[in-house]
T-cell receptor
Framework: RKEVEQDPGPFNVPEGATVAFNCTYSNSASQSFFWYRQDCRKEPKLLMSVYSSGNEDGRFTAQLNRASQYISLLIRDSKLSDSATYLCAVNAHAGNNRKLIWGLGTSLAVNP | GEEVAQTPKHLVRGEGQKAKLYCAPIKGHSYVFWYQQVLKNEFKFLISFQNENVFDETGMPKERFSAKCLPNSPCSLEIQATKLEDSAVYFC???????????????FGPGTRLTVL
């Protein structure tokens, strides 16, 4: 089982739809959680960081469920420009280990 | 600078040749990370530095890969005797520190696309 798992999609949704992605992680010691967005093999751009139960920024909401070991990303009123791959990353913080462990990403296509 | 800078953008090497990639972290950031992204989005951690000291090198294929972060110089990742499977995008990231919420957030450079022929 991979340390961080995501549904690869693709998710095809119409403009204005609400879409949610889940990401599960296996290391219960994980402390920090991140959603990044990646367009066409460019660099990952930070979307949200999650340290406690959740975070909200405009149309984007991230929720952390430590008991079930997953984080979710909700996108409301989706725009064409939201089409991208959404990557979940987890910082294990086990000892001094600060590397990010990545999911394989979820592909989103928002259609007109 | 305000962004992580990476050079070159693209690098083409024949099998067996050396490749050297550079990364300048965001000014004031203490940590530098190197990741390799191959097909199907898989990100693989290679190595991290705290200032000029190796912090975690558990991801490095030690026999051909080496990396340095020297004071007042860009960090570098060097691959001796490249192989076809080294073809990937190599991303560098930096973060401020590891204390307190938000300070472990990693910011990424634009990457170097290495093609080994």
């Amino acid at each position: 089982r991979k340390e961080v798992e995501q549904d690869p999609g693709p998710f095809n949704v119409p403009e204005g739809a609400t879409v949610a992605f889940n990401c599960t992680y296996s290391n219960s010691a994980s402390q920090s959680f991140f959603w990044y967005r990646q367009d066409c093999r460019k660099e990952p751009k930070l979307l949200m960081s999650v340290y406690s139960s959740g975070n909200e920024d405009g149309r984007f909401t991230a929720q952390l469920n430590r008991a079930s070991q997953y984080i979710s990303l909700l996108i409301r009123d989706s725009k064409l420009s939201d089409s991208a791959t959404y990557l979940c990353a987890v910082n294990a913080h086990a000892g001094n280990n600060r590397k990010l462990i990545w999911g394989l990403g979820t592909s989103l296509a928002v259609n007109p | 600078g305000e962004e992580v800078a990476q050079t070159p953008k693209h690098l083409v090497r024949g099998e067996g040749q050396k490749a050297k990639l550079y990364c300048a972290p965001i000014k004031g950031h203490s940590y530098v990370f190197w990741y390799q992204q191959v097909l199907k989005n898989e990100f693989k951690f290679l190595i991290s530095f705290q200032n000029e000291n190796v912090f975690d090198e558990t991801g490095m294929p030690k026999e051909r890969f080496s990396a340095k972060c020297l004071p007042n110089s860009p960090c570098s990742l060097e691959i001796q005797a490249t192989k076809l499977e080294d073809s990937a995008v190599y991303f560098c990231a930096s973060s401020p520190s590891d204390r307190g919420y938000g300070t472990d957030t990693q910011y990424f450079g634009p990457g170097t696309r290495l093609t080994v022929l």
